[in-house]
């Protein structure tokens, strides 16, 4: 503490004499002197107390940057992904490209065996009828030679409607097309997992499952593993993997709500009762039009060669009728069959009725996951379904109400693309 001593401030006026015109006043102000003995005292902690202070803040600041180093390294490392994983996605994705690039080629080949055995099977039909009615009229040549080779062309038009109806062209052109389509999906999906995610092993698997289940789906080869072309029941096509359980999971809602549940059960019915059992439908049309035309085809060309064959005998008159009529008969079938492309009517009827079934088990996988926390996001999910139906979200919730309102007496159907 410091005291201060003030010394009596001393004024001191002088009046001048009655002379003087003007008086002066001085003011004399003596500044404070300090004693000797006074002053300002500071005392210092203990040298023992100040180094104590010292270390605990030291210690405090080494932890405290401890704790921020090793929150932030684990942070970094938990971003970065695994070399190996990204090298496993890359190797997956130049597969999928290479098998996108063979399908097309082999769909643009086999597309040219359709129309090139369908032209070539005509001409054959139609040449061999020419020869037929023209030795009918024994006009021109000798009839023997006519009618041999009007009955050799009608059974090499039967031989290669054998062919061409077991094997189907323009349905395989169609599966090729699919097959490439859903190569190119794939390829973007690793894409997109590579670009904005975190890829883990889960994500290798999955991408490897869903190239394996397509490639069984529309494999390539014709002799052995060639999809069935005439089966006892229309099935949907089938091109992906059994649905597995996600490993990564949110602590929030994720997105889902009870009414967002119910919508998407009343989507999954509607898309059962109506889209899907309607393709399926219309595939068995299509199947059963298929089949009657492959045989009709190469029964009309061999009875043309029997007709034919008959030519010239007692039955003359009729066999040539029947050579000529069953030939041209055979090329109008071979063109309905094969230039209205039949064959790939079905597969396109086939691979939608699986679209539709893709989406009814990728919904109820969804919501059969009790952990809302290992769906995928509710409001992402449900615009997923909104895009790959058609329809905007409010046209989404539109169908739902309409389908708990009326159940199975509901006329629309869910997808406004098909």
């Not at 970065?80 to 996605?89: E, F, H, N, T």
């Not at 790939?344 to 969804?366: C, D, H, K, P, Q």
């Not at 999910?381 to 509901?410: D, H, P, T, W």
Request: aromatic share 6%; charged share 20%.
């Amino acid at each position: 503490m410091a005291s201060l001593q003030s010394s009596s401030v001393i004024g001191s006026l002088a009046y001048s004499s009655g002379c003087c015109r003007r008086g002066m006043t001085r003011a004399a102000i003596n500044m404070p002197k300090l004693g000797r003995t006074g002053g300002l005292s500071l005392r210092l902690p203990p040298r023992d107390l100040v180094q104590e202070v010292l270390d605990m803040g030291i210690g405090l600041t080494a932890a405290t940057t401890s704790h921020v180093e090793k929150k932030y390294q684990s942070k970094t490392v938990s971003n970065v992904s695994d070399p190996m994983v990204i090298a496993k996605l890359h190797a997956i994705m130049e597969a999928v490209a290479d098998r996108v690039e063979m399908h097309k080629n082999i769909g643009e080949q086999r597309d040219n065996w359709n129309s090139l055995l369908l032209t070539s099977i005509n001409a054959i039909t139609l040449t061999a009828a020419t020869m037929a009615g023209i030795a009918a009229t024994n006009v021109v040549g000798p009839l023997m030679a006519l009618k041999l080779s009007s009955t050799l062309m009608y059974l090499a038009a039967t031989g290669m409607l054998v062919v061409m109806n077991k094997i189907q062209p323009s349905q395989l052109v169609e599966e090729q097309r699919n097959a490439a389509r859903l190569f190119k999906q794939l390829h973007y999906q690793i894409q997109t997992t590579l670009s904005s995610g975190n890829p883990n092993t889960y994500d290798v698997e999955e991408a490897m499952e869903k190239v394996l289940a397509l490639d069984k789906a529309y494999p390539l080869p014709l002799i052995g593993v060639m999809l069935e072309k005439f089966p006892e029941t229309v099935e949907p096509a089938v091109w992906w993997p059994q649905h597995r359980e996600r490993q990564e999971r949110r602590t929030d809602g994720n997105g889902w709500s009870v009414e967002l549940e119910e919508e998407m059960r009343e989507i999954v019915g509607v898309l059962k009762r109506k889209d899907t059992e309607d393709y399926l439908r219309l595939g068995n049309i299509a199947l059963k039009v298929n089949k009657i035309l492959s045989i009709s085809g190469p029964l009309l060309t061999g009875i043309a060669a029997c007709g034919t064959a008959f030519m010239g005998s007692s039955h003359a008159p009729w066999a040539a009728i029947v050579g000529v009529v069953a030939g041209a008969m055979a090329s109008v079938v071979n063109t309905m069959e094969h230039g209205g492309q039949v064959g790939m009517v079905f597969e396109m009827y086939r691979s939608n009725a699986g679209f539709f079934r893709l989406m009814e088990e990728t919904i109820e996988s969804n919501l059969n996951e009790r952990d809302v926390g290992r769906r995928e996001n509710g409001e992402l999910f449900e615009m997923k379904v909104a895009l790959q139906l058609g329809r905007s979200l409010s046209g989404l919730k539109n169908l739902a109400a309409s389908s708990s309102k009326k159940g199975e007496a509901i006329d629309e159907f869910a997808s406004k693309l098909f």
